[in-house]
C-alpha cells in the first residue's frame, strides 16, 4: 500500500522532491511504520523501482500471451495501451522508470545499477516478441533482434520525454508510425 500511493506522488514530483513525511501522510500511516518496511529512503527507492518494474514487466507479458494476434500487433498494443496511460495524464509524468533514471543514475549507483537491470529485462521481453515475429514470418529474417528491442525501448523513452516536454502527443505518433509502420 505504501509503495502503491507513494509511487503516484514520486512520478508527479519526483524522487528527491518527494519527502518521507509526505509520502506517509499520503499513505496514511505513522512514521515508524515506514521504518518498518523500509531502512531508508534509498532503500524505499530500490523497491519502488521493483514496484514499477512489476507492472509494466506484467503488461508486455500480458500482451505477449494473446495468443489470436501476431507478434508485431501484441507489441504495438503495449505501446498503445501506456499512450492512452499518458494521454489520460495530460501527458504529465512521463514514464515512472524513465524519470527516475533521469533524476538518480547520476546521484546513485545503486539506483542506477537496479534501472539498469529493469531496462535490460524490457529490452530482453521485447527480443522475446520480435524473434517470435521473424520466426512467424512478421517481420524481416534480417532484423536484428537484439538491436532492434534496443532501439525501440531508447525511441520509446525520449518520444516520451518530448511528449512530456512539448504537452503534445506528436513525438508518440511519430515514434508509433516510425517503428510500426517503416522498421518493422
Known sequence: MILEKASKLIHENGFNNTGIQEIIKNAGIPKGSFYYYFKSKEDFGLELIDFYASFILSRLEAHYRHDPLPYIKRLHNFFDEF???FESNDLKGGCPLGNLAQEMSDLNEYFRSRLTGVFEKVKDTIVKYLEQARKNGEISETIETEKTADFILNSWQGALLRAKM??????????DEIIFNNLL
Not at 512539448?166 to 515514434?175: R, Y
Open 83 to 85: 499512450l492512452a496511460v
Open 166 to 175: 512539448t504537452k503534445a502527443t506528436k513525438p508518440l505518433q511519430l515514434f
